[in-house]
């Protein structure tokens, strides 16, 4: 059983040092918010309550790390994806491993739209992962998580592409970052979505 336990913890540092590896010196690609929940294990509205949350009777040494990782503290308010590894329930506390040595650009007592991906039950983030303010979120953006629509149509695919000709195919939306205004307004307001039955197009849901 002791070996179990360290062979577990073992494979749990090693997920993590790859991950904080793979963010150190580099900058996070821009992203569609329905990329980044398509892609997610999990996404989450909740209120941010300690973004410095740390391990410390004794028996929760073994989850410490190498890296004294933090984990951010969160009271679920909602859960829209990732059932299978968060079953807490409404107003439960529940912990995500910060990966990453820097600090997470959250303000405590706010309340968020959060997302990250999971190592077996344990929940990530790191500073790629795509997280809002639920009070910033755009019309179109609390459309698309409140009615799920970004999940039903994560087979339709956004490519990020920088040649002004090139106009996607039956499955894909083009999102242009290098046209900042209509990149901005489709990251607002747009889903691509299934509208004729077969093609994926952008349709605007803003006000």
Known sequence: ?????????GTVLLFEFLTIKETLGTSCDL???????????????????DINWQPSAKKDQAMRSLFQPRYIKVELRKLYKGGKFITAKKYSTI??????????????????????????TSLFMNPCSWTSKWSEL??????????????IYCGCKIVDCQNKLYRGDNRSCVWNRQNTVMADFLTKDGICMVTNGTHCKWKNFGL
């Open 31 to 49: 992203q569609h918010p329905q990329t980044a929940v398509c892609r997610a294990s999990f996404v989450i509205k909740g209120k941010v309550l």
């Open 1 to 9: 059983m002791a070996f179990i336990k360290i062979a577990i913890l």
């Open 138 to 151: 755009s019309s179109g953006q609390r459309f698309g998580i409140n009615r799920y629509f970004y999940w």
């Open 95 to 120: 912990y995500i491993r910060f990966a990453s040595l820097d600090r997470p650009l959250l303000e405590e007592g706010h309340i968020y739209v959060l997302s990250g991906f999971s190592f077996g």
